[in-house]
């Protein structure tokens, strides 16, 4: 039997027993085992009308004997067939809370977790930040609460059950009195809806870009990606400094009645829960990039006059620890660092450019109070690749680089730039294979082979 293992007994016409064992389909040993049939060879010693059955019993423990000692062959040689399955081997820790990432507007947090298959109480210990803590021990769970400094957090659980058989489980939370109420509820709906997915949860970071967008539409008073020169978002995120690869989803609202600090922090969140659970009217554009796994950090902010309402959400994945960090020097384009996703590498390096002009018509919504644009961006049209002799492409330029090394998750590039297809915005991609263990549960070809680590935006005039 192949891809496994078993005992067969064949049984031939004739008096002899023939035992043989198969393992992936190859015959591994033979026993002739020569047993006569009791009918045929009557035990002597039994005399009396008792002598069949007694001798009948004896056949029967034989063969339970036997049973027995070919099952302890093949435990021996195959220990874990009969093992029990892992669930029922280590004490299983759910239910954390806080969950992964949260983040909490008080310093009044009670930090808990439930566990179960049979644990020794007195093995349970909670630790936060490093230091044991004294926490509330039940058979089913551990609370402790206590008040904590701004920032992040870490706890720490360790139980045993009776056979002293370890599970431990770490995760963080971060305090910050100051995030607005709305921002924060808005985050933790975005981290229960991947939750709810098998999706890691992402950390909440402020960046100045968003603030920039946000507040430009409100001060220009146009809702849309582009600016009103017809500028792409991924520009302002490399000008203010990013370094990674940024996604932008954008939300309106506008109100006949001024906005109170709590009808506000609702639109803001109702804003973000729409983009997940209500995007067909956007073809789930917003839910694709709030849900994508390769998403790792996410900065909300918002801009409002009281009565409209806009809402901005950059998904960001930053997946590389940067060792020279990218540059335009004299017209050649550097960068080296290593990426943090284990097994990955770089793969290629595209040029992309978006014409600003294309992108300057904005209409004005009577309805929504405001002028609107292009409701989808993209960085622009490929228009080179980078990649080393004798390499070439179709389609689009090649640019041979000055530096071209790529060993494991360490890479380093550099190469002149070309602009010379016109006015407006360039975008520098670097791509990596993707070796996250979760796929796009919008959609799964999504990144599935790699995934952008760096997009670097500039203009030319």
């Known amino acids: 039997m192949k891809g496994g293992s078993c005992v067969r ?12 064992s198969h393992i992936s389909g190859r015959i591994f040993r033979r026993v002739d085992i020569k047993m006569r049939h009791a009918e045929r060879t009557p ?4 005399k009396g009308r008792y002598g069949g059955a007694i001798a009948k019993i004896a056949m ?24 029990l399955p892992p669930s029922q081997t280590e004490p299983t820790i759910y239910g954390v809370s806080p969950v992964q990432s949260e983040v909490l507007l008080t310093n009044n947090v009670t930090i808990g977790a439930s566990y179960q298959d049979n644990v020794n109480i007195k093995s349970v210990q909670l630790s936060v930040d490093g230091s044991n803590v004294t926490a509330d021990v039940e058979p089913t769970g551990v609370a402790y609460t206590g008040f904590f400094e701004e920032g992040v957090h870490t706890a720490t659980l360790t139980v045993a059950d009776s056979k002293g058989r370890i599970a431990t489980d770490s995760w963080s939370f971060i305090v910050n ?10 985050y933790n709906t975005i981290n229960v809806a991947r ?12 960046t100045p870009d968003s603030v920039y967008r946000a507040q430009d539409m409100l001060s220009e008073q146009y809702f849309g990606h582009y600016d009103l020169n017809g500028s792409q978002p991924g520009l302002f995120y490399t000008q203010m400094g990013g370094l990674y690869c940024m996604e932008e989803n954008i939300g309106y609202m506008y109100n006949s009645e001024p906005l109170t600090p709590t009808s506000l922090a609702s639109q803001i969140n109702d804003s973000v829960a729409n983009m997940i659970y209500n995007d067909a009217g956007s073809d789930n554009g917003h839910r694709a990039s709030i849900l994508d796994p390769t998403n790792n950090y996410v900065d909300i902010t918002f801009s409002t006059n009281g009565q409209q309402l806009f809402v901005v959400v ?33 793969s290629s390096v595209m040029v992309y450019y978006s014409e600003s002009s294309v992108y300057k018509n904005y209409q004005y919504n009577s309805q929504l109070h405001i002028s609107t644009g292009e409701p989808v961006y993209s960085i622009g049209d490929p228009v080179a690749e980078v990649a080393p002799s004798p390499i070439t492409f179709q389609g689009v330029d090649t640019i041979r680089p000055h530096t071209w090394y790529i060993s494991g998750q360490q ?3 550099s190469f002149p730039i070309n602009a010379s297809y016109g006015p407006g915005v360039y975008t520098i991609g670097i791509f990596a294979s993707n070796t996250l263990p979760v796929r796009d549960p919008v959609d799964p070809t999504r990144y599935s082979g790699e995934l952008p680590i760096l997009n670097y935006a500039f203009t030319s005039p």
């Open 195 to 206: 939750s709810e997915l098998g999706i890691p949860n992402v950390t909440l970071v402020e």
């Open 177 to 186: 009195l100051s995030i607005p109420q709305g921002i924060l509820e808005a």
């Open 43 to 46: 035990i002597r010693h039994c």
């Open 411 to 413: 890479f380093s590039f």
């Open 9 to 20: 007994f064949y049984k031939d016409r004739g008096p002899d027993l023939i035992v043989q």
């Open 314 to 346: 950059h998904m960001i994945k930053e997946w590389v620890s940067w060792e020279s960090p990218p540059n335009i020097i004299n017209g050649i384009f550097s960068c080296s660092g290593r990426l943090l996703l284990n097994g990955s590498s770089a």
């Open 60 to 83: 029967v423990i034989l063969l339970i004997v036997g049973i027995i000692l070919i099952v302890n062959v093949i435990n021996y040689a195959f220990p874990t067939l009969f093992a």
